[in-house]
Each structure stands twice: as C-alpha cells, then as structure tokens.
C-alpha cells in the first residue's frame, strides 16, 4: 500500500532540505519515495517521470513539489 504525503499533512516546515539531491540528476529533490529497500529521492521533473512506475511497490511517497511554486513568489 503506498502512502502520500503532501508537508501540510504532515509538518509546517520542509522535511526535504537543499541537501537531499535526486538520485537521477542531481538536483534538489523534492520528492522522497520510501521502498522495502531503501528511499529514493527525486527532483519535481524526475519524481513525475517514475511515479506510475513505483507505486506498486512504494511504502510512502512524500511530495513537497508544492514547494516549486511557493519558492518562485518570493
């Protein structure tokens, strides 16, 4: 069964911070996706590429791709 979490479900501040990188690129990741195996993180552009592919067998999902627009109003 996979869990998604979106951060105003689960905290006020960002879990994910400037140092959690995606595992595809490199970027700032955005995204955390937790597996029997271990955790993944991806940037915004890279979680969407993947996300239908690991939800069968994702644990939890925690998106704070919400953050991408709030950073940009600043």
Known sequence: MTTTHSPS???T???L???DRCDSCGAQAYVRARLQS???FFC???ASEVKSALAATAMEWFDE???LI???SI
């Open 9 to 11: 479900e689960t905290a």
């Open 13 to 15: 501040a960002p879990v």
């Open 17 to 19: 911070s400037s140092l």
């Open 38 to 40: 271990g955790e993944l």
């Open 44 to 46: 915004g552009h890279h």
């Open 65 to 67: 791709t919400d953050r």
């Open 70 to 72: 709030a950073d940009e």
